[in-house]
C-alpha cells in the first residue's frame, strides 16, 4: 500500500481505540498483567533451573573403601575415575581427614570425638563429583564395581524431591501463564470486534464505493497490533525493572545465591514478551475477521 493509505488506515486504528477507551485500556491492561506474569514465571523458572543445577552439580559421590584396601589399589582407582569422561574431579579422602572434617562440622560437640583415641571407625573414601547432574546415578553404580570399594553414597533421595517440587511449579505457573494469555487474547478480540459492530454503516459505505478488503481490514489489524504492543511493552518495562532491582538487591544480601544476571536474560525475556504481544493482538484481529467478513 502507498504511504497515504498506511496514514489512513492508521488513523483510522487510532480513532476506534479512543472510541472506545475503556475496553482499548482494559485490553491493554489485561495483555500486561498476562505477559508480566508471563515474565516472572520465565525468569522464575530460569533461576530455579540454575539454582537446581548449581547444587546438583555440587553432589559428590562417595565411594568408601574396604579397610583391607591398599594405598596403591586407591591411587589406581582414583586414576581410572579421572579417565572417566563424565567425570569433573575426583579425590581421595582419607579416614583421619574424614574424622577432622567431620569435629569441624560438629563444632563444640566435636571434642566428644576425642575420646576415641587413634581408633577410627570411618573409612578411607573416593569423592567424586560429575559433569552433569543426569551423569550422577551411572557414575554411582560404576563405582561400586572399583576393587575393593565396599558401598556408594549419594544424596540421590533429596535431589529427586526437589525436581518433583520445581516440576510442579513449573506445571502451575506454564498453566496460569497460558489462561492469563487466552484471557488477554479474548479481551483484544471482543475490542476489534466491537470497532467493526460499531462501524458497521461506515464499513458497508466503503465497500459499495469500491473499498479493498486490505483497506477495510488493516485499521482494525493495526488497532490489534497497537493494542498487543502496548501492553507488552508495559510488562517487558515492568518484568526487566523489577528483575534488575530485585537482582541488585539478593546480590548483596544474599551473594551466595546463583541468580541468572539481568543481562542479557532479562533482556531477552522482555523481547519475547514484547513479539508475544504483537502476536496477540495479530491473533485477537484474525479471530474477529470472520465478524468482519459479514459487515
Known sequence: MKPRTWAFCLSEANQNLLRNPVLAIASITTTA???LVLGVFLLLSANVNQITTNIESQVAVRAFFDKSTTQAQETA?????????????????TAKQALAQLK???GDQGKVLNSLGSANPLEDSLSVTAKAPVDVAPLAKALGKLTGVVRVSYQSEVVNRLFNLINGIRV?????GVLLLLGALLVINNAIRLGIITRRREIAIMRLVGATESLVHWPFILEGL???????VIAAGLAWWGYSALYTSAARSLPFLPLVAPTPYASDI??????LGVLLGA??????VRRLARV
Open 270 to 275: 522482555a523481547g519475547v514478551l514484547v513479539v
Open 172 to 176: 502451575v505457573g506454564l498453566g496460569v
Open 226 to 232: 497497537i493494542l498487543g504492543l502496548i501492553g507488552s
Open 77 to 93: 582407582a582414583l586414576s581410572t575415575v579421572r579417565g572417566w569422561k563424565d567425570v569433573r574431579s575426583a579425590h581421595v579422602v
Open 283 to 288: 491473533v485477537g484481529f484474525r479471530l474477529s
Open 104 to 106: 569441624r562440622e560438629f
Open 33 to 35: 498483567v498476562s505477559l
